[in-house]
């Protein structure tokens, strides 16, 4: 996982008052259990885990008590069934050892959700939910897009104040400052291009 999907990630759950938990910064020769999980989440004003959504949106955060993180960041694939079926590295945080070894952090107590970060799910209606239902069967509680966290990063950000303790939102806000980001809410106002006519 790159540093810049970790910062993104990181950032995104820090916003909505979690807790994160990393795992090791450091790459081994060979990938052993507790180096599967990305990240550990506890929402401390969580009381009952109710993941009604499985694509989460930032409101469903709230009903998030606990859960393990894997960032997926293949910015440039969509997550279609084709694309799930042959990778089947995807999925080894779900592995029961695996799971045991990354919940031993949490102690006993309460539901812990699998929550999978992905660069998109396929646009159609039949592929999206085919991969919904391929990442359901392999023990996926909910995914999280990172148009998701990216928009509400770029939302949340205010370009009058300075975010030195964070490099990504300092980033952000520059981007904002000159106008090269916009706010998503800003978006449904932009004028479309007209369309030029056809001349004889």
Same mark, same amino acid.
């Given at each position: ?33 507790? @180096?599967?999980? @990305? ?9 009952? *885990? &109710? ?24 910015? *440039?694939? &969509? ?5 799930? *079926? ?22 006993? @107590? ?37 148009? &998701? ?52």
């Amino acid at each position: 996982m790159s540093a810049v999907a970790e910062a993104i990630v990181r950032e995104y759950f820090e916003l909505h008052g979690f807790f994160v938990r990393q795992g090791r910064k450091y790459l081994a020769p060979a990938k052993g259990e507790d @180096d599967q999980v @990305d990240f550990s989440i506890c929402n401390p004003r969580c009381n009952q *885990t &109710t993941a009604e959504n499985f694509i989460l949106s930032s409101a469903d955060l709230k009903n998030v008590c606990k859960a393990i993180v894997v960032v997926k960041a293949w910015h *440039t694939e &969509t997550f279609s069934p084709t694309v799930l *079926t042959h990778a089947p590295e995807i999925f080894r945080f779900v592995d029961p050892a695996v799971f045991k070894q990354a919940a031993k952090a949490f102690g006993q @107590d309460g539901s812990l959700l699998k929550i999978l970060v992905v660069p998109a799910l396929p646009q159609t209606s039949g592929a999206r939910n085919q991969s919904i239902e391929l990442l359901r069967g392999k023990g996926v509680d909910a995914v999280l897009p990172f148009r &998701t966290m990216l928009a509400d990063l770029i939302d949340s950000i205010e370009v009058n104040r300075n975010y030195q303790k964070s490099d990504l939102l300092q980033v952000i806000r520059i981007l904002k400052n000159y106008e090269l980001l916009r706010d998503s809410q800003l978006e449904l106002f932009r004028p479309r291009r007209r369309k030029k006519k056809a001349t004889d």
